[in-house]
C-alpha cells in the first residue's frame, strides 16, 4: 500500500479544508462532491512523479532521493521519480483484477493488448494507467472533463484506454501542444522527423452537459495588418469595415432609408444607425458609397481556442515560474485548461501534481483544488510556491 500527499482547497463534503495523508485514491476521491476538472499526466506508478512531462515509458531515470517525514530511510532508498516500466508481480495482479472485476469494455481492451504486445514495459505503463482511469471517470461529476497529457510513444494506446472507460462519444479533442522550438540532430545521425510536440486528450464525463467556457487567444500579427489595416489617427485604434446593408432586403424584415446620402435596405434600424453615425462609428469613404460601420480590433475577443497549441512555449531560463525541474510545465498551458472547464469555486484535481504548477494555477483562479502527490520531495515544493505566491490566503 502507498502513501500520496493531499492538499484540499475549500470545503468537500464536511466543510473543512485538510492535509493529510491517504492511501491511493480509490479510497479519497470518493469524498468529492463539487464539479472536477482533472488535468492528469498520464502516469502514476509505486514511487510517484515529480513534475514529470510527464513520463512516458521513456525508460529515463531521475535520480532524485527522498527520506520519510520521520528522517528514515524509505524502503530502497526509493527513487522520487524514475520513469523506468517493468512488468512484474504487481503489473499482473492489476491485470487479472481489471479482467476479472474491471468495466467490460476495458477487460476485453487490457485483454487484447496483452494479447497484442505481450508482457512487456509498456503494457505494464498501460495497466497501471488503466486502474487509475477508472478511478478517475468514477469521481467525475457529470460536468466534469479529463485533460490526459501524454506524448506520442503511447498515446495511440492510452486513446483506446480512454475510449474503453469514458466511452468514445465523450472523447472531445486532441490537443497538439507544440513544446519546443525546431531541433536538428541530423548530424548526429537522426533519421526521422523532428519530435516538438505532444498531445493532450480532452475527455469529459457526460456527452453534453459538461463545463465549456470559450477562451480566445490574440490574433496573429499578419492576420491583424491585413484585416485591420485602418487606423483612426486620432485615438491609434486599429479597425476593419463591415457592411451596414441588410443581406434579403425587405423579404427579411431590414428597414429601408437614407444614410448619409444613400438610400438602402439595413440591418439597423432608424435610431440604431443614428447611434452609430453620433459615435462616429460609420465611415464613408467617399460621396455617394454606400457608408460601413468600424469594428475595432480592441473589441473582438480574439481566435477561438483550437486544438493545435503553438503559442504556449517551454519555460525561458530565466522566467520567474521556473523551479528548476527541466519538464516543469508552463502556468500559461494549465491556465488555459483550467478556464475552459471550470468555473471560479470549481474543484480543481490534480493526481499527480508534482511541483504543483495545476494547484497554484488553481488558487490564482480562484478555483478549490486537490493535489495529490507520493514524495515529501514535491509536498513540501508545493507548500513553498503556493505561501510564496499566496502568503495571505492560505491555510497552514
Not at 516500466?85 to 479482467?99: F, K, M, N
Not at 487490457?110 to 512487456?120: D, K, S, V
Not at 504556449?312 to 491556465?335: C, D, F, M, N, W
Not at 495545476?358 to 483544488?369: G, K, M, T
Request: charged share 25%; hydrophobic share 40%.
Amino acid at each position: 500500500m502507498f502513501s500520496a500527499d493531499v492538499y484540499i482547497r475549500g470545503p468537500l463534503r464536511a466543510g473543512r479544508k485538510v492535509g493529510m495523508f491517504f492511501p491511493p485514491l480509490e479510497i479519497f476521491l470518493d469524498g468529492i462532491e463539487s464539479p472536477v476538472l482533472v488535468e492528469a499526466r498520464a502516469i502514476l506508478h509505486r514511487n510517484g512523479p515529480i513534475e514529470a512531462p510527464p513520463p512516458f515509458n521513456s525508460s529515463a531515470t531521475y535520480n532524485v532521493l527522498f527520506k520519510e517525514k520521520s528522517g528514515e530511510e524509505s524502503a530502497a532508498q526509493i527513487t522520487a521519480f524514475e520513469d523506468t516500466w517493468q512488468w512484474g508481480q504487481e503489473s499482473e495482479a492489476v491485470y487479472r483484477e481489471i479482467v476479472a472485476s474491471g468495466p467490460r469494455k476495458l477487460a476485453d481492451l487490457m485483454q487484447a493488448l496483452l494479447a497484442f504486445l505481450g508482457r512487456n514495459d509498456m503494457m505494464a505503463y498501460l495497466v497501471m494507467m488503466a486502474v487509475r482511469l477508472v478511478e478517475l471517470h468514477r469521481v467525475l461529476k457529470q460536468t466534469g472533463s479529463i485533460y490526459l497529457h501524454c506524448d506520442p510513444t503511447a498515446s495511440h494506446y492510452l486513446k483506446m484506454v480512454l475510449d474503453a472507460v469514458f466511452g468514445p462519444d465523450k472523447f472531445k479533442t486532441e490537443i497538439v501542444w507544440k513544446r519546443s522550438s525546431a531541433h536538428s540532430d541530423a548530424k548526429q545521425g537522426r533519421r526521422q522527423h523532428g519530435r516538438i510536440h505532444d498531445v493532450i486528450f480532452f475527455y469529459t464525463k457526460s456527452f453534453d452537459e459538461y463545463t465549456w467556457n470559450q477562451v480566445y487567444t490574440p490574433y496573429d500579427q499578419d492576420y491583424v495588418e491585413q484585416f485591420y489595416r485602418y487606423v483612426e489617427p486620432e485615438t491609434g485604434r486599429r479597425y476593419t469595415t463591415g457592411a451596414l446593408t441588410g443581406p434579403g432586403g425587405a423579404a427579411k424584415g431590414n428597414p429601408k432609408y437614407e444614410v448619409l446620402g444613400v438610400t438602402r435596405y439595413w440591418r439597423f434600424t432608424k435610431g440604431k444607425m443614428a447611434q452609430m453615425l453620433a459615435e462616429g462609428r460609420i465611415i464613408q469613404s467617399s460621396p455617394g458609397a454606400v457608408p460601413r460601420y468600424k469594428r475595432y480590433l480592441d473589441e473582438m475577443p480574439g481566435v477561438p481556442i483550437q486544438d493545435m497549441w503553438t503559442d504556449v512555449g517551454p519555460i525561458g531560463a530565466q522566467a520567474q515560474e521556473r523551479l528548476g525541474y527541466p519538464t516543469q510545465k508552463p502556468e500559461a498551458l494549465l491556465e488555459r485548461i483550467i478556464k475552459a472547464s471550470s468555473s471560479e469555486g470549481d474543484i480543481v484535481l490534480d493526481p499527480f501534481c508534482g511541483c504543483g504548477t495545476a494547484i497554484a494555477v488553481a488558487e490564482r483562479l480562484r478555483r478549490r483544488w486537490v493535489g495529490i502527490d507520493v514524495t515529501y520531495l514535491a509536498v513540501n515544493l508545493v507548500q513553498r510556491r503556493l505561501r510564496d505566491h499566496h502568503p495571505d490566503d492560505l491555510s497552514p
